[in-house]
């Protein structure tokens, strides 16, 4: 059981919530995973030639900069 607390407001209204901080990173880790899984199936949609892992690395590396 995930153990939180409620910050409430005057008018006791729930307007946050703490977890614990692994709680916290999993819930991050998860949404990231789902983010890039979402990514994938929309890459495999794409109709036109796929481009060369070199280009693509260079390309992000560039972008970096």
């Not at 209204?13 to 998860?30: G, N, S, T």
């Amino acid at each position: 059981m995930i153990q939180e607390t409620f910050l409430i407001d005057g008018k006791g209204q729930k307007i946050a919530v703490q977890v614990p901080i692994k709680v916290y990173e999993k819930l991050v880790a998860d949404s990231e995973e789902l983010d890039e899984i979402k990514e994938y199936k929309k890459a495999k949609t794409f109709k036109g030639d796929p481009i060369p892992f070199e280009r693509a690395f260079r390309e992000i590396e560039d972008a970096k900069k």
